[in-house]
């Protein structure tokens, strides 16, 4: 892996709004940032990203197979007690997924290591699936990078697969986002997209007008039936919404599923650590509070030097590296979030792995899991040691 200038397309920015892609630029900051961009050899991604990242998902499916059978499990977890049910029977009927993102720490040289899993509403997939392909062909074209380059990218491809595999043809499918945020409208127009390509129908809802008719079935704003639900919108809050309760019972198949709400939950890195204790691609976690009594884990993981370097305190539920705190070997800290609306959930404790420096920013590697495979790579890098919502989405080349 190595950062190489000189790529940019002179284009670029006009290409961006021509194609809708507005939040291009927040706060007079870049965010697409194609001045540079990362290149690798086939056979790191193959094996350092690739194929690591489609076993680290079995891995939570595992892990998701056994916390389901377990209420003090999903009670770690942080899963309301009236919807453990929900959880667990979206499990075992085999409900259907569709795609998640991996934040992965890789410097080049050793194993790449799962920092967090996002397999319920990652963003970036326009930047990921579209934009940055529209680079490699351009910078192809340009002259900017060699000629044969390729990308570890096949998203939309794919998720256009994928709708088609668990989608009855024609099926209508609704999409749901908070209305008036331009990257999230985004995202779900990119699914929408995918879902047309597969002969689906799309409709866009705000998740605010959704409600619910007189039968219990949810229902759009024009009073529309929604039998199969998108949601950008996080199972941690849809469960503890007033109205919860009529999930279950609505008769809606949501996208994500609900056991989703197990692998996205970030406790699942302290029960995939109990299961697969050192694996090369998972980093020491543990639950904040159970370490107060004593842990032979906890006591192996520092005896094999796993804390070095650090650890990482992090909230179960939190969004853009909100209630991350980095520190040091002797407790110092290194870095924190501002962010403290996520404060107020459980916390993690898992081994610091740093992210590399190069040009002075940290880049980390986003794997793109649709279905139950890997399928691209999304790089965001940022001046802090904490990637966070406006850190820069930088593209990527499989040099020839």
């Keep these: ?26 706060y007079g900051e870049p965010y697409w940032d194609e001045t540079t961009a990362y290149a690798f050899s086939l056979e790191e991604i193959e094996t350092r ?22 209420e003090a499990a999903m009670h770690r977890l942080g899963i309301p007690g009236p919807h453990m ?16 993102r991996m934040d992965l720490a890789y410097d080049g040289t050793g194993p790449a290591k799962l920092l967090e899993y996002n397999a319920d509403t990652p963003t970036s997939l326009y930047e990921t699936g579209h934009f940055q392909w529209d680079w490699l062909e351009g910078a192809r074209e340009a002259g900017l990078i060699p000629a044969g380059s390729d990308q570890l990218n096949r998203l939309q491809e794919a998720l256009t697969e994928r709708f088609a595999e668990i989608c009855a043809p024609g099926e209508d499918v609704h999409f749901a986002a908070i209305e008036g945020v331009e990257e999230d409208y985004a995202n779900v127009e990119t699914l929408a997209y995918a879902a047309r390509d597969a002969g689906l129908g799309a409709h866009f809802v ?12 949810l229902v759009d704003g024009e009073e529309r039936i929604i039998g199969t639900l998108f949601k950008l919108y996080p199972w941690e809050d849809f469960l503890r919404d007033e109205e919860a309760a009529a999930l279950a019972t609505s008769g809606t198949r949501f996208l994500e599923p609900p056991w989703k709400a197990l692998v996205s939950n970030k406790g699942l890195l ?11 691609n998972l980093l020491p976690a543990f639950f904040a509070d159970e370490l107060a009594d ?5 006591d192996r993981a520092v005896a094999a030097g796993h804390f070095a ?52 920013f940290r880049p980390v590697m986003g794997t793109w899991i649709v279905g139950e495979t890997c ?5 965001r890098e940022d001046r802090s040691r904490i990637t966070q919502d406006l850190s820069r989405f930088k593209p990527h080349y499989i040099e020839p």
């Design 1 to 26: 892996m190595r950062k190489v200038p000189g790529v940019e397309r002179p284009d670029w920015k006009d290409r961006a709004e021509e194609a809708g892609f507005k939040f291009h630029t927040m």
């Design 49 to 70: 990203l690739e194929d690591p990242s489609t076993a680290l998902h079995a891995m939570a499916r595992e892990a998701v197979a056994c916390v389901v059978e377990d």
């Design 85 to 100: 049910d929900f959880v667990a029977e979206s499990w075992r009927t085999g409900e259907a997924e569709l795609y998640g």
């Design 206 to 217: 705000p998740v605010n007008a959704i409600g619910i008719d007189p039968t219990g079935r």
């Design 270 to 280: 302290a029960v995939m650590w109990e299961m697969f204790e050192g694996h090369p």
């Design 294 to 298: 004593g842990s032979a884990a906890w």
């Design 309 to 360: 370097r650090g650890k990482v305190t992090k909230p179960i539920f939190s969004r853009e590296g909100a209630g991350v705190r980095i520190e040091g070997s002797d407790g110092t800290a290194i870095e924190a979030s501002r962010d403290v609306s996520y404060d107020a959930h459980p916390r993690l404790v898992q081994a610091y792995a740093p992210l590399p420096e190069m040009d002075g």
């Design 375 to 379: 399928v691209a790579l999304g790089i």
